[in-house]
T-cell receptor
Framework: AQSVTQLGSHVSVSEGALVLLRCNYSSSVPPYLFWYVQYPNQGLQLLLKYTSAATLVKGINGFEAEFKKSETSFHLTKPSAHMSDAAEYFCAVSGGGNTGNQFYFGTGTSLTVIP | NAGVTQTPKFRVLKTGQSMTLLCAQDMNHEYMYWYRQDPGMGLRLIHYSVGEGTTAKGEVPDGYNVSRLKKQNFLLGLESAAPSQTSVYFC????????????FGSGTRLTVV
């Protein structure tokens, strides 16, 4: 069964610093991988997704993620943090056809941006 | 705006009461899902549906029932609410199999006292 692990439930960075949120996946087949962002009291919004077309995926709000098969990782990065980036971030993997395409979510990483 | 609409947004129930959460999408999506979100546990799948008239159990289905009588609607029912069902519930939908992401509703915050 697919699963994702997000290392670090809380990450704090200074405004303007690099953001790195870690995600490792477990999948027996090439996966569909996603990053979602959740702002307080809101639903989840899609940041970016890996579709095998390119290992470096660019998303919204300046975020990008790199798929590394050898490390089974899909870490999320942003070169320069902005105060508006403070939110909860979830990595997810698609389960595929046998599971009704259900997503398996990590436990989330709460990002704090320090002025 | 097109999307996923959840009603109600907030609800307080007494233990043993029942209620139904409604999810409606206007994107003609085939697949719909109900997740619950609890602190430190991420999102866990309760039930899902791959088409009108079909439903299936997810990871945490006990205490919940669902129905998908119309393609655009997916209902989540609690027959006899328990404090352990205090959570934030999210509905999501997607077009079909593949790399389409989910579209999420804004959530229902349920408290069972």
């Amino acid at each position: 069964a697919q699963s994702v692990t997000q290392l670090g439930s809380h990450v704090s960075v200074s405004e303007g610093a690099l953001v790195l949120l870690r995600c490792n996946y477990s999948s027996s087949v090439p996966p569909y991988l996603f990053w979602y962002v959740q702002y307080p009291n809101q639903g989840l919004q899609l940041l970016l997704k890996y579709t095998s077309a390119a290992t470096l995926v660019k998303g919204i709000n300046g975020f990008e993620a790199e798929f590394k098969k050898s490390e089974t990782s899909f870490h999320l990065t942003k070169p320069s943090a902005h105060m508006s980036d403070a939110a909860e971030y979830f990595c997810a993997v698609s389960g595929g056809g046998n599971t009704g395409n259900q997503f398996y979510f990590g436990t989330g990483t709460s990002l704090t941006v320090i002025p | 705006n097109a999307g996923v609409t959840q009603t109600p947004k907030f609800r307080v129930l007494k233990t043993g009461q029942s209620m139904t959460l409604l999810c409606a999408q206007d994107m003609n999506h085939e697949y719909m899902y109900w997740y619950r979100q609890d602190p430190g546990m991420g999102l866990r799948l309760i039930h899902y549906s791959v088409g009108e008239g079909t439903t299936a159990k997810g990871e945490v289905p006990d205490g919940y029932n669902v129905s998908r009588l119309k393609k655009q609607n997916f209902l989540l029912g609690l027959e006899s609410a328990a404090p352990s069902q205090t959570s934030v519930y999210f509905c999501a939908s997607t077009r079909s199999m593949g790399n389409y992401g989910y579209t999420f509703g804004s959530g229902t915050r349920l408290t069972v006292v």
